[in-house]
Every structure is written in C-alpha cells, then in structure tokens.
Antibody, heavy 118, light 110 residues
Framework: QLQLQESGPGLVKPSETLSLTCTVSGDSINSVGYFRGWIRQPPGKGLEWIGNIYYTGTTYYNPSLKSRLTISIDTSKNQFSLRLSSVTAADTAVYYC??????????WGQGILVTVSS | QSALTQPASVSGSPGQSITISCTGTSSDVGAYKYVSWYRQDPGKAPKLLIYDVSIRPSGVSNRFSGSKSGNTASLTISGLQAEDEADYYCNSFTSSTTYVFGTGTKVTVL
C-alpha cells in the first residue's frame, strides 16, 4: 500500500525559499502512468492545489504560484520535492503531498505545517 | 483560477439526507467527468469520498453519492449520522490542465 511522508523545515523566513520533500514507500516513484503532487491548506482555510508532476518530469502548476514554484522528482531516492521561492506570511499552511490520478487525489501524506515568519 | 463555490455550512438531523453543492463553470465542473469529493476531519488529511462525479472508492459507505448537472456537482449524504460531521471539499479538473478545489462545507449533525 502506498504511503507518503512529508519532511522539511517547519519555519521559513519571509523572502526565503520553502523546500519540502515527500518520501514514497510501497511503490516506485517513477512508476509508469503515475503523477505526484502537492496541495496546501492555510490555517483555518480551504484546500489549494499547488501542482502535479508526471513520472516523466512534466509539471503542471497552479497559475497563481507558477512564477515561484518548482516541483521535481528524485527517482534514485523515491522522493519528489516542492520549492516555493520568495515566501510571505500568505504561504503559511499545512502542505500535503499526494498521489493524483486523473480526477482524484489519493492517498495523501499526513501533512506538514510550514510557518513563514521572521 | 477561482475556487469552486460551496455553501459554508449544511446541517441536518440524524437519519435525514443532506446535499452539498459545488458550483463551477463550463471550463471546469461543466466540462469534465473529473469531479471528486473529500472529507476532512479536524487535524487530519482529507480522504477521497467520490471520484469521476459519482464513483465511490472501495470502503466508502454507499450513504455517500455524487452527481452533476451542468456546472454544478453535488454530494448527497443519506441517513445522516453523527460521525458524518466534518468538512467536505469538492475538486475539479480544469481546461487549463490544472485542478481547483471548492471553498469547503462544514457539515453539522443536529
């Protein structure tokens, strides 16, 4: 059964880059036909789709984040990563890694809270 | 891209049926079968309830059903139970090859 675990700093300073990694167990990160993705949720607010990456490395990003966002895959480590640059307090959120299939997100990681503050 | 519109809250008594609407546009909900629904309990990651408008994953109660008409998708919970109290979110694929979530609905069992 596929399991996902987010990791990374829980505190990032404004204007710096937020970097998170999702480690996948139970399947190969580069399994044919598989997407990987990220979703976030600011405290007390709703869910926001961040972006997906296909096993080939092709990416799909939320237009509102695209200029600051990079999602990548490290097949040797069975991991995929998110980098969000020039963060502000508005980027404070619980970040979830997910396995998207066309039209659905399942499973999800447990989530990691990242706070942007000096 | 704008979030899909859901009612902020929906309530019902045990045993009743409630319906949560999810309104989008002809570029998302109205255009594709890729509408899904998620349940989120406090402090937990969301869980998939419905995908492809009306398909329940294995293990999801048949009290949950989904449908779509035009630009609006709906989630119906029948035989409402206290354990159904949670936040519910819809999601749709869009014509920009992106995804968009709904604003979220808090379900309260009276």
């Amino acid at each position: 059964q596929l399991q996902l675990q987010e990791s990374g700093p829980g505190l990032v300073k404004p204007s710096e880059t937020l970097s998170l990694t999702c480690t996948v167990s139970g399947d190969s990160i580069n399994s044919v036909g598989y997407f990987r993705g990220w979703i976030r949720q600011p405290p007390g607010k709703g869910l926001e789709w961040i972006g997906n990456i296909y096993y080939t490395g092709t990416t799909y990003y939320n237009p509102s984040l695209k200029s600051r966002l990079t999602i990548s895959i490290d097949t040797s480590k069975n991991q995929f990563s998110l980098r969000l640059s020039s963060v502000t307090a508005a980027d404070t959120a619980v970040y979830y890694c997910v396995v998207p299939k066309p039209g659905q997100f399942d499973p999800w990681g447990q989530g990691i809270l990242v706070t942007v503050s000096s | 891209q704008s979030a899909l519109t859901q009612p902020a809250s929906v309530s019902g008594s045990p045993g009743q049926s409630i319906t949560i609407s999810c309104t989008g546009t002809s570029s998302d909900v109205g255009a594709y079968k890729y509408v899904s629904w998620y349940r989120q309990d406090p402090g937990k990651a969301p869980k998939l309830l419905i995908y492809d408008v009306s398909i329940r994953p294995s293990g999801v109660s048949n009290r949950f059903s989904g449908s779509k008409s035009g630009n609006t998708a709906s989630l119906t919970i029948s035989g409402l139970q206290a354990e159904d109290e949670a936040d519910y979110y819809c999601n749709s694929f869009t014509s920009s090859t992106t995804y968009v979530f709904g604003t979220g609905t808090k379900v309260t069992v009276l």
